[in-house]
């Protein structure tokens, strides 16, 4: 009969020197080793608006950029009033 024996689990340092440590000791650890240091908590969300994604083409960007720079607002923000103007969408 072969019985498997389990490695020992490392011990979770008591603190991490920065998120790089932190995130290399995780790559490498399984949260369920540590079913007594981690506990359950209820989350409640709200979420007030929705962000996407859109391709666009660079030198469409690059013009976006001195636009935006222009009018000092950011170019998601410029992007998303020109886009509401073409498309007749009132703010």
Known sequence: M????????DQI????????????????????????????????????KRIYEVEIDEEVVEKLRIHA???????SRLASELLRQQLNIAR
């Not at 072969?2 to 689990?9: F, L, Y």
């Not at 000791?25 to 209820?42: A, C, G, L, Q, S």
């Not at 720079?69 to 170019?75: E, Y």
């Open 13 to 48: 340092p008591d603190e991490f020197k920065s998120y790089e440590e932190a995130a290399e000791f995780w790559d490498h650890h399984d949260t369920t080793d540590y079913p007594d240091v981690f506990r359950t908590v209820e989350v409640s969300a709200d979420f007030q």
């Open 69 to 75: 720079r222009q009018k000092g607002i950011t170019v």
């Open 2 to 9: 072969i019985m498997s024996k389990k490695n020992p689990v």
